[in-house]
């Protein structure tokens, strides 16, 4: 899909006026659609892009949500940025590329945001254990993760893929009528 500047950068500021109103309105933690639109802006826009709008939604949101210690905001961030280039391999749109590269999105950042929150927080002691119990205990956040995810990819290029259906089915349409061809008509019951 050949999308031009100005159509880039409308869609850029659409993500992230959504994916910041997401992180502001009341949710499930951890059920955002960020992961998918990283995504969905890789596999349509370019990783590039898809890099700005993560980073435009994340900075305007922490300047009101309130920024965090800044190991942390690199994981999250960082983790964000491992779902972009993830995206980029859905050029190839397929349930299969897609879902591969949600899950694989949601377990990154369960892995790496989950090891930050043991290395650098204060909450597990330094051990092998509790490096586990800090994965043992975000799995009700991962759970979360796994399904917003599943879900906002869903709906992204679920919408694009019945837009893509409808405009093949208009344009077929067209064409039969602009050949003469008799355009087939369920019979009604």
Request: proline share 2%.
């Given at each position: 899909?050949?999308?031009?500047?100005?159509?880039?950068?409308?869609?850029?500021?659409?993500?992230?006026?959504?994916?910041?109103?997401?992180?502001?309105?009341?949710?499930?933690?951890?059920?955002?659609?960020?992961?998918?639109?990283?995504l969905?802006?890789?596999?349509?826009l370019?990783?590039?892009?898809?890099?700005?709008?993560?980073?435009g939604?994340?900075?305007?949101?922490?300047?009101?949500?309130?920024?965090?210690?800044?190991?942390?905001?690199?994981?999250?961030?960082?983790?964000?940025?491992?779902?972009?280039?993830?995206?980029?391999?859905?050029?190839?749109?397929?349930?299969?590329?897609?879902?591969?590269?949600?899950?694989?999105?949601?377990?990154?950042?369960?892995?790496?945001?989950?090891?930050?929150?043991w290395?650098?927080?204060?909450?597990?002691?330094?051990?092998?254990?509790?490096?586990?119990?800090?994965?043992?205990?975000?799995?009700?956040?991962?759970?979360?993760?796994?399904?917003g995810?599943?879900?906002?990819?869903?709906?992204?290029?679920?919408?694009?893929?019945?837009?893509?259906?409808?405009?093949?089915?208009?344009?077929?349409?067209?064409?039969?009528?602009?050949?003469?061809?008799?355009?087939?008509?369920?019979?009604?019951?």
């Amino acid at each position: 899909m050949n999308v031009s500047l100005r159509s880039k950068i409308i869609l850029i500021v659409l993500f992230v006026a959504f994916g910041v109103a997401s992180r502001f309105l009341p949710h499930t933690f951890n059920f955002t659609p960020i992961t998918a639109i990283a995504l969905f802006a890789s596999a349509y826009l370019g990783l590039r892009y898809s890099l700005i709008t993560l980073i435009g939604i994340m900075l305007i949101s922490d300047i009101f949500i309130g920024f965090y210690q800044w190991q942390m905001m690199i994981a999250v961030y960082g983790s964000f940025a491992l779902s972009a280039v993830l995206g980029t391999f859905i050029k190839k749109q397929s349930v299969k590329n897609i879902a591969v590269s949600t899950m694989g999105s949601s377990l990154v950042f369960y892995v790496i945001t989950n090891w930050a929150v043991w290395q650098f927080g204060t909450m597990y002691e330094r051990s092998f254990s509790g490096l586990m119990q800090s994965y043992l205990m975000a799995i009700p956040f991962f759970k979360n993760s796994l399904a917003g995810d599943i879900f906002y990819t869903g709906i992204l290029f679920g919408t694009i893929y019945a837009i893509t259906v409808y405009k093949s089915r208009m344009a077929q349409k067209v064409r039969a009528i602009t050949m003469g061809e008799k355009l087939w008509v369920e019979p009604s019951t």
